[in-house]
């Protein structure tokens, strides 16, 4: 997949590839600093926290797979609009 608005992949990160057990040339660096992070609980990935609370996304390779820009988009839509009808 080439470099796009879903997709770019780093080389010159000093972090690349950030998580284990995805194929370098599938990595995808886009969402560096996981958008679903602040979901807390709420999240889709794979986390846990760690004895000084401090959630641990480790072990999570969503924001990383090439074919989740889709899938991150859509649940922050999810989140965006359940906090516009919280304010009513």
């Given at each position: 997949?080439?470099?796009?608005?879903?997709?770019?992949?780093?080389?010159?990160?000093?972090c690349?590839p950030?998580?284990d057990?995805?194929?370098p040339?599938?990595?995808?660096?886009?969402?560096?600093?996981?958008p679903l992070?602040?979901?807390?609980?709420?999240?889709?990935?794979?986390?846990?926290?760690?004895?000084?609370?401090?959630?641990?996304?480790?072990?999570?390779?969503?924001?990383h797979?090439?074919?989740?820009y889709?899938?991150?988009?859509?649940?922050?839509?999810?989140?965006?609009?359940?906090n516009?009808?919280?304010?009513?």
């Open positions: 997949m080439k470099n796009s608005y879903k997709f770019f992949r780093n080389y010159d990160c000093d690349f950030c998580h057990g995805i194929d040339e599938r990595f995808n660096c886009l969402f560096c600093y996981c992070y602040l979901l807390d609980k709420r999240c889709i990935g794979q986390f846990v926290y760690t004895n000084r609370n401090v959630k641990c996304c480790t072990q999570c390779s969503i924001p797979e090439p074919n989740n889709d899938v991150i988009v859509a649940e922050l839509k999810k989140e965006i609009n359940q516009a009808h919280r304010d009513d």
